[in-house]
Antibody, heavy 120, light 110 residues
Framework: QVQMMQSGGGVAQPGTSLRVSCVGS????????MHWVRQAPGKGLEWVAV????????FYGDSVEGRLTISRDNSKNELNLQMNSLRPDDTAVYYC?????????????WGQGIPVTVSS | QSVLTQPPSASGTPGQRISISCSGD????????VTWYQQLPGTAPRLLIY???QRPSGVADRFSGSKSGTSASLAISGLQSEDEADYYC???????????FGGGTKLTVL
């Protein structure tokens, strides 16, 4: 069964760090670019970051550049998002998603979502 | 403020056909394929339409997409109660080097 299972997240104070992860199964993880997308409470979808299939190329949304870092370990089928210098407006449900066609807006497999709350 | 513009709400009665619009510019919709997602309450988004008008396997043919210039639309025919959800459009943006989303349209089936 093709799926992605997420873990991590939780509650953090402003200025601290948190990590969310995602493990893919049922498909060749190392052939796909992968994204992180987040959704603040009651709000729409916001793209966070993308990493190429081999991990060599990474792009970030303006609001997270320099604070959030995307990475992957293809030997473990694992995708990670390291979140540093957290701010209250980083509070959201974070989703990992598989890009069906290189770099695109079409994400065909999504994780279940992990909530991250940044509050003092 | 989202890069792509969608109406915040839409509604229809069972069996009706409705359409949801998505407006962008030359850096996103005009230059790249449009994607549509359906999000039921408390769940992850689901890919509904990709490459402007293609349906993944498992998506009912009641859902269709189209694109013209800097705009796109999602049509749902034979509206059903289970179609009540939030719908998002998306497209890669050449200026931002990443995908951009619309603000979402909440569909109510009356």
């Amino acid at each position: 069964q093709v799926q992605m299972m997420q873990s991590g997240g939780g509650v953090a104070q402003p200025g601290t760090s948190l990590r969310v992860s995602c493990v893919g199964s049922g498909f060749n993880f190392n052939k796909y670019a992968m994204h992180w997308v987040r959704q603040a409470p009651g709000k729409g979808l916001e793209w966070v970051a993308v990493i190429s299939y081999d991990g060599r190329n990474k792009f970030y949304g303006d609001s997270v550049e320099g604070r959030l870092t995307i990475s992957r370990d293809n030997s473990k089928n694992e995708l990670n998002l390291q979140m540093n210098s957290l701010r209250p407006d980083d509070t959201a449900v974070y989703y990992c998603a598989r890009d069906r066609a290189g770099y695109s807006s079409a994400f065909d497999i999504w994780g279940q979502g992990i909530p991250v709350t940044v509050s003092s | 403020q989202s890069v792509l513009t969608q109406p915040p709400s839409a509604s229809g009665t069972p069996g009706q056909r409705i359409s949801i619009s998505c407006s962008g510019d030359f850096a996103n919709i005009a230059a790249n394929s449009v994607t549509w997602y359906q999000q039921l309450p408390g769940t992850a988004p689901r890919l509904l339409i990709y490459s402007n008008d293609q349906r993944p396997s498992g998506v009912a043919d009641r859902f269709s997409g189209s694109k013209s210039g800097t705009s796109a639309s999602l049509a749902i025919s034979g509206l059903q109660s289970e179609d009540e959800a939030d719908y998002y459009c998306a497209a890669w943006d050449d200026n931002l080097h990443g995908p951009v989303f619309g603000g979402g349209t909440k569909l109510t089936v009356l």
